[in-house]
């Protein structure tokens, strides 16, 4: 089982930078992909950015060159730094976690608002 809380949501104007974190539980958080994904109101949940155990990423084109992943090991933690915010960025932001076997996405954190408006 892997627990996963996100942190580092808020209101940010455009153009404007948020780091989310997301700290996870359990043994297994370094040898699952790690992911971020994101939901707008009226809209399915999309995945943003994702991150292997051995840290090869992978962005989607909306967010390419704004926003970038990474992880911590050691502190079994998974981040999202995202810059230039749009006003489009704005949803509830989920962490994610693959199973053990790496088919899915199993494991949702409760997900943090990200508001982008002047």
């Known amino acids: 089982q892997v627990q996963l809380v996100e ?3 808020g209101l940010v104007q455009p153009g404007g930078s948020l780091r989310l974190s997301c700290a996870a539980s359990g043994s297994m958080f ?4 790690m992911g971020w994904h994101r939901q707008a109101p ?3 949940r999309e995945l943003v950015a994702s991150i292997t155990s051995g840290g090869s990423t992978d962005h989607s084109e909306s967010v390419k060159g704004r926003f970038t992943i990474s992880r911590d090991n050691a502190k079994n933690t998974v981040y999202l730094q995202m810059n230039s915010l749009k006003p489009e960025d704005t949803a509830v932001y989920y962490c ?3 199973n053990r076997w790496g088919t ?3 494991y949702w954190g409760q997900g943090t608002q990200v508001t982008v408006s002047s």
């Open 104 to 106: 899915r996405y199993d």
């Open 7 to 9: 942190s580092g949501g």
């Open 96 to 98: 994610s976690a693959k």
């Open 42 to 44: 009226g809209k399915q």
């Open 30 to 33: 370094r040898f699952i992909t």
